[in-house]
């Protein structure tokens, strides 16, 4: 394993090394050539896109200065004004909506250059290539007020569904339209008419969606001089605010560069602005497509990492096979000097290592008798914990204040001389069962079922001294009846109870329950006393957590070692594990919660 670390290590910081540059360098063209394709794909789109736009506008211009459209649209105007679709009078204005068609045909040539050419009268007539004679308000048409604010100048509208207009390609579903609009004047400068020029979207954008299905992983946005999104135009998902983000970034034109947009995208971006329409050009492209074909590097490369590190391994393990096997074999009995087996009480012998290297066979031979030496002390050590722990846990046993006894005593002689003799009776059998189960040293753990029943004992004798002023109820949960607890634990909270909790005006009531939680045993001592303040239980936890065990076994004393007894007890016995808690929240109720692990 050693040879093959060093040997795997220095071949893998090649390889590392090997890979660092190689990677960096195509990740470097790939992001380079990326971007001249983006740039060069911007600059095409933005080429496109403008020469649709002088197409559509070069026809609007052409109209709005053509004199045989002028005069023929005027008396087109004045016969629609005068005979509006009366069909006698009819045939004067289709005379001039023809010959205004006929020159519309010849302005945007055989192959309709544009998908409509519309010309509106100032109060409404329209005339114009599809020869469709009607009236309209102007002022409910979508480009109307912006078209007069830009006296003579064009105004592009957004996309608009026309239906009444065939569309192509991809705009077959949508019917969307753009339209490029002019007024024109007369020789006063004031409007005479307006002319609308309207090009389906698949034709001003067609390089774009070419470009977008050649390559999937990138994207094309299109913003008018407006600001406004006009590509894609069919596309009912939203789009983040890109040219936002160019504007707030600073970025400089027909560059692309790497971006983190607000939505966590990495991506590329590159723009174009169109000089005559001010319109701007957005292509991106998701970072994580960029770097895709080198993925095929990065399995290449790691297929030949996996190969050299396996060969590295074969070779090692060879070289090792024929330098450590004496090694392999005294490891393999070393291996087996475990905690289970030097603790086993039946004796059982290492295996030698059957080396013809005479250090090696030495070594063999020390840790053999090592280990007799270990098994035999590590017992010796055990046995001697077993028993001061023992002896430790009947020594704060054998503390239990047994005070009541006295007050028992008197109680009896009381009884006595007013002649109580079943009372007497009963009091000195409770009094016997209980003390030759708190006298008895042969067991330190005991069954719950066996602690309660002695407790019961205990407070049927404080039920004959204090009669109905005291109460006290049990509940214990079935399956907790036999699980094995510290002896007398609970006793030192019962007599805690009468010394300090029972100091108000009677009835008193005490509460003992049990129960099993997360594979711990759980005891509730409860009692209505209602004595103990926040103050005073902090001050007790804070006693308890911090006691060196050693020490206040050391200094024990009889009296005043209650809950303290119970406390060093609990440690004893489960250490860490141990639960000794103080609740005090409810109305006059203090519960002392004691608990451990349950040893199955």
């Known amino acids: ?108 040539g055989a192959y309709q250059s544009a998908s409509d050419v519309r010309i509106y009268t100032m109060d409404g007539s329209v005339a114009g290539y599809w020869l469709l004679l009607s009236s309209v308000d102007l002022e409910s048409l979508p480009w109307y007020e912006e078209t007069m604010a830009q006296n003579g100048h064009m ?99 027909n560059t692309g560069r790497l971006l983190k947009t607000d939505a966590g995208e990495n991506l590329l971006f590159t723009y174009r602005t169109t000089p005559d329409y001010n319109w701007t050009v957005i292509l991106t492209k998701p970072k994580a497509a960029i770097y895709e074909p080198l993925n095929t590097f ?8 996996i190969f050299s590190i396996l060969l590295t391994l074969l070779i090692c393990f060879y070289i090792s096979e024929r330098l450590t096997a004496p090694l392999r074999k005294l490891t393999a009995a070393t291996g087996k000097i475990t905690i289970n087996r030097v603790l086993d009480e039946n004796k059982v012998n290492l295996t030698s290592a059957d080396s013809n290297i005479t250090e090696l066979s030495m070594l063999c031979e020390s840790i ?23 002896a430790k846990l009947q020594a704060t046993q054998s503390l239990i204040n047994p005070h009541f006894l006295y007050n028992s005593l008197t109680n009896i002689s ?62 214990i949960e079935e399956e907790a009846e036999n699980i094995c607890i510290p002896k007398l634990i609970i006793q030192p909270l019962v007599e805690n109870a009468f010394k300090y909790a029972f100091d108000k005006q009677p009835p008193w009531e005490l509460t003992i329950s049990a129960s099993i939680e997360h594979d711990r045993w759980l005891l509730r001592i409860q009692d209505n006393g209602g004595n103990l303040k926040d103050e005073k239980k902090q001050e007790l936890l804070h006693l308890y957590r911090n006691l060196n065990l050693n020490e206040e076994l050391k200094s024990m004393q009889i009296g005043g070692m209650g809950l303290k007894n119970v406390y060093l007890r609990l440690k004893l016995l489960y250490g860490e594990k141990a639960v000794f808690e103080i609740e005090n929240t409810l109305p006059l109720k203090t519960i002392f919660i004691l608990g451990g692990p349950v040893y199955h």
């Not at 990740?27 to 990326?34: F, I, P, S, V």
């Not at 197409?55 to 087109?76: L, P």
């Not at 030496?373 to 028993?387: D, G, N, W, Y």
């Open 1 to 108: 394993m050693y040879l093959f670390v060093i040997y795997g290590l220095f071949i893998l910081l090649l390889l590392g090394i090997f890979f660092f540059f190689t990677y960096t360098h195509y990740r470097k063209n790939a992001l380079d050539e990326a971007r001249k394709d983006l740039e060069n794909m911007c600059a095409s789109v933005e080429n496109s896109v403008e020469t649709q736009l002088n197409n559509i506008s070069t026809i609007s211009m052409n109209i709005v200065y053509s004199n045989a459209v002028k005069s023929n649209f005027k008396e087109f105007s004045a016969s629609y004004q005068r005979y509006g679709t009366d069909p006698r009078r009819l045939a004067a204005s289709r005379e001039k909506a023809l010959a205004i068609h006929d020159i519309v045909t010849a302005i945007i």
């Open 155 to 253: 105004y592009i509208s957004n996309p608009e569904v026309q239906k009444d207009l065939p569309a192509r390609g991809g705009n077959k579903d949508s019917q969307k339209f753009i339209s490029l609009v002019r007024l024109f004047l007369d020789t006063g400068g004031q409007p005479e008419g307006i002319v609308e020029v309207i090009q389906d979207c698949d034709t001003i954008f067609s390089l774009a969606t070419q470009l977008e299905n050649q390559n999937p992983d990138s994207r094309v946005y299109i913003y008018n001089s407006r600001k406004e999104l006009v590509y894609p135009y069919n596309d009912t998902k939203a789009v983040p605010d890109y040219y936002g983000l160019i504007e707030h970034r600073g970025l400089p034109e």
């Open 298 to 305: 990065r399995v290449m490369f790691a297929l030949i990492g």
């Open 368 to 390: 053999r008798s090592m280990y007799e030496k270990l098994r035999s002390t590590s017992q010796e050590v055990l046995l001697s914990q077993s028993e001061e722990t023992r």
């Open 414 to 475: 009381v009884m006595a001389e007013e002649e109580m003799n079943e009372d007497i009776i009963q009091m000195c059998q409770a009094l016997c069962d209980y003390f030759r189960y708190i006298s008895s040293s042969s067991e330190m753990i005991v069954p719950l079922k066996e602690e309660i029943f002695y407790t019961k004992r205990y407070l049927e004798i404080m039920q004959m001294r204090y009669t109905e002023e005291f109460h006290y109820t049990f509940t």
